[in-house]
Structures are given as structure tokens and as C-alpha cells.
């Protein structure tokens, strides 16, 4: 009978941990929908990128105030489970405080002193960021891609780490052990007080309840995180490690364009040749009209965007009012490739065709992608390294070289370059006629 518990506590942590895994295949699966781009060049560039911005931060203390308690969550969050360890062999083994004998009590004492202090740490940077959330408002989390569900994401995982730290305090101010031997518990014991009029057996219970639902929540925040923005606490490591390592303002030639153009020039060129190679051979599609079109690491950068807005609060078109808003670009690609991979789970593996796409007005509409300047202020501002300007150019390319979909004033601009090698309407001849106006 004595170890029904720990039966018990073995089938919630394999439940958990299984649903985990299953959801980790289907992120992988997902991203893997995107098309091949290699990005195995420069590793020690992509490590020292990947240690900098997502490990050390660096660009979210640009805004020095969510940067700085942004690290405390961060940081009080991944310490604090260390307990987690304890806590998972104690339910397996039916131990209690198993470290304590092991590590001895200055060490152990430390540990937990460290784990309280930062839970109190945490919980108050929470709460700081729940006012700014819902009391201050500040702009940026309210545009209209942050309404329903993002909002409350928003909202669930403030909600989530205020009960998580308050649940482990506690577990360790009504643990009569961990108060009686006086060790590390620095913030405890200040709580414990509140228990001492119940009865040894009630004080037992209350640390008992506190202790399950604090190892079932993390395992509960464990599968929310794929549902939810912060999946970026994991994928911020691959995301920053693969990011484009070109300068802005660098667009890649089309080979296929580039290779039209040198067939012209080129008197002897046979244009029925066979490409040299495969990527010279013409692509299915130019640009992007689904989500499926993208590159994989731009499907991960959907996955990875942890809708702070600091894009859209820096990109001059949605300042200025234009519908363009570059963290919807990215909440709406995820949104997509998301469906996609229901409707593969739904069709037994098989994508079935189900009358959408990115492109339309079912997610990214055309007056959206024409809205930017191209300026890369976004992709500058994103702390994890995200692109949304290279989705909206490569969208910008399928309606132009697959749909002759650009508004007129380009349409103008590129036949004026076809016929006079200038955006001007004017005949090349008569480039020079203001000289003779002199
Ligand atoms: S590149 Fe486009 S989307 Fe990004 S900030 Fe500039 S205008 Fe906005
Ligand atoms: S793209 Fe980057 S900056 Fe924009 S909302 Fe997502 S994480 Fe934030």
C-alpha cells in the first residue's frame, strides 16, 4: 500500500514526459514541412551568436526594464528546477529530501536558500509584468493580433510561475523537516508561522498537496509550452544558432533571373542546355505563397516568436497606420503551418488540399506585405533573431514573378526600367536635355 504513491506519481511523470515527446515530434515534424536552405556555414560565428542573444540576453536589455526582470524570470525559473530533480527521485523512491543527507546540510541549505530567494524573485518580476500587461497597458501588447488567445497566453503564463513559486515556498514553509533543521530556509520561515496552529498531521497534508500540485504543474506547463509563446524558452537556442548571418539589406540573386539575364547578354549561350546543377534549374514556384514555401528556419522562427512586439513597436509602417504589423506575420505563419500539420494529422500523413494559404485573406493580405519599406528595423529589434521581412519579400516575389500582382505604381516603375533602363518615363535619349535647358 505504501507505494501506491510513488505508482502513482511514476505514471503522471511518464504521461507527462510522453506527451512532451509526442508534441516535440510534431514541432520538428512541422518545421520540416519548410523548404531545405543550408545553414551549416560559419559554427563558431553561430555558437558565439547563439550564447550572446539567447543565453546572455544582450538584446533584450536594450529595453533595460523587461530585459532586467526578464532575466530574473529566466534565470529564477531554470534554477529553481534544479529542485525538480529531488523532487522527481523523491516520488520515485518514496524518499524525502533526498539530497539533504547526501549533500549535507550547508550545501543542501545553500541550494534551497538560493531556490527561495529567487523564487521571490521571480514571483515579484511576474508581477511587475502583469501590471504592465493589464494595469499600465502598455501599447505594444495591445494591437489587434493580441486579443483572445494571445492575450490570454500572455496572461496563463504570468498566472503559471505566480502558482509554481508560491506552491514551492510553500511545500518548504509547512515541511516540518526542512524548518526543524533550520536549513536554507531563508524566505520559509517566515511563512511557516501561518501553519503552526495546525495539527502535525494537517501541516503534513498541506506540504503533501503542495509538494504534488507543484511537481504536476511544471509538468502541466511542460505540454502547454508547445500551444503557447513561450515554446521561445527552448527554441531561442536553435533559432538564434541558425539566423541569417548575411548583412541586412542583403537579398539573394535569383539564380533563375540571374541566369535569363546572362543567357542575354551571352551571344552564344544555348538557352536549351540542361542547368549545370540543381539549384540553377528553375524552382517549382518563385517566392512564397503558403507556408510550406518558406524555409524551414523561417517556420522555426514562426515557432520561436514570443510575441513581445518590440517589431512591430519599431516598423514605421505600422506607425504610421498601414495594416502591416511584423509580429502578425509571424503569428499568422505559425497559425498556418500549424493547420497544415492537422490537416496532415487528420488525412493519415497526406496534406489535403483545403482551399487556403498564407497569402490571402485568410492570414497575410496583399495590402500587409506591399506596407513595408523594407527597412529591417524589425529584424534589428527582434531579441531571438527573427526575420519577418525575409516572409514578406518572398511573398512579394510570388506576386510578382507568378501572379503579375504588383500594385501599379511598380508595375510602372519595372516597365520604365525595361524600356529605359531608369524608374523615369523618360527616353534614354533624352537623359541629357537639361543641359541644354542650362
Ligand atoms: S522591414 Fe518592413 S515589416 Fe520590418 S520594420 Fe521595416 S517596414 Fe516594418
Ligand atoms: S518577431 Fe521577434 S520582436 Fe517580433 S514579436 Fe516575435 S519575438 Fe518579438
Redesign the pocket.
Known amino acids: 500500500m505504501q507505494w501506491i504513491p510513488n505508482i502513482l506519481f511514476a505514471i503522471i511523470l511518464i504521461a507527462g514526459i510522453y506527451y512532451f515527446v509526442s508534441n516535440v515530434k510534431k514541432l520538428i515534424r512541422n518545421i520540416q514541412l519548410g523548404k531545405q536552405v543550408d545553414r551549416s556555414d560559419n559554427t563558431s560565428e553561430r555558437w558565439k551568436n547563439m550564447i550572446k542573444i539567447a543565453l546572455g540576453q544582450s538584446k533584450m536589455v536594450r529595453r533595460p526594464v523587461s530585459g532586467l526582470l526578464h532575466i530574473v524570470v529566466y534565470l529564477g525559473f531554470i534554477i529553481i528546477n534544479v529542485e525538480v530533480l529531488e523532487i522527481i527521485l523523491d516520488g520515485l523512491l518514496g524518499t524525502h529530501r533526498l539530497f539533504l543527507p547526501i549533500l549535507g546540510t550547508s550545501v543542501y541549505g545553500f541550494l534551497i536558500g538560493t531556490f527561495e530567494i529567487l523564487a521571490v524573485l521571480v514571483f515579484a518580476a511576474v508581477v511587475v509584468f502583469w501590471i504592465r500587461r493589464n494595469v499600465i497597458e502598455i501599447s505594444r501588447f495591445l494591437s489587434k493580433e493580441m486579443t483572445s488567445w494571445p492575450k490570454n497566453d500572455g496572461n496563463n503564463i504570468l498566472y503559471f510561475e505566480m502558482v509554481l513559486m508560491s506552491l514551492f515556498l510553500i511545500m518548504n514553509a509547512s515541511d516540518v523537516d526542512l524548518q526543524e533543521a533550520g536549513v536554507g530556509n531563508v524566505i520559509s520561515q517566515f511563512i511557516h508561522p501561518l501553519f503552526l496552529n495546525l495539527s502535525t498531521e494537517t501541516m503534513h497534508l498541506v506540504e503533501r498537496i503542495a509538494w504534488w500540485l507543484h511537481i504536476v504543474g511544471i509538468l502541466i506547463f511542460l505540454n502547454y509550452l508547445y500551444y503557447s509563446k513561450h515554446l521561445h524558452i527552448l527554441l531561442a537556442f536553435p533559432n538564434t544558432f541558425y539566423a541569417n548571418l548575411k548583412p541586412k539589406g542583403y537579398f539573394p540573386n535569383n539564380k533563375t533571373v540571374t541566369n535569363e539575364v546572362k543567357m542575354m547578354l551571352d551571344p552564344n549561350a544555348d538557352p536549351y542546355a540542361t542547368p549545370d546543377t540543381a539549384t540553377d534549374a528553375e524552382p517549382e514556384k518563385f517566392g512564397a505563397s503558403d507556408a510550406t514555401d518558406l524555409s524551414w528556419v523561417q517556420l522555426m522562427n514562426a515557432y520561436t516568436c514570443t510575441e513581445c512586439g518590440r ?1 512591430t513597436s ?5 506607425q504610421t497606420g498601414k495594416e ?1 504589423s ?1 509580429r502578425a506575420i509571424m503569428m499568422k505563419t505559425r497559425d498556418r503551418v500549424e493547420e497544415i500539420g492537422k490537416n496532415i494529422d487528420q488525412n493519415k500523413g497526406v496534406f489535403e488540399y483545403d482551399g487556403k494559404q498564407l497569402l490571402g485573406e485568410d492570414y497575410i493580405t496583399q495590402e500587409e506585405i506591399w506596407a ?8 534589428e529589434e527582434c531579441p531571438v533573431n527573427i526575420d ?2 525575409s516572409i ?1 519579400m518572398e511573398m512579394r516575389q510570388y506576386l510578382v514573378m507568378e501572379q503579375s500582382a504588383a500594385p501599379q505604381e511598380l508595375n510602372a516603375m519595372m516597365t520604365n526600367v525595361e524600356n529605359n533602363g531608369a524608374p523615369w518615363q523618360y527616353n534614354q535619349m533624352d537623359r541629357l536635355n537639361w543641359v541644354e535647358e542650362e
Open positions: 517589431c519599431v516598423c514605421p509602417a505600422n502591416l511584423p513595408c519599406t523594407t527597412c529591417n528595423a524589425c529584424v519577418p521581412l514578406i
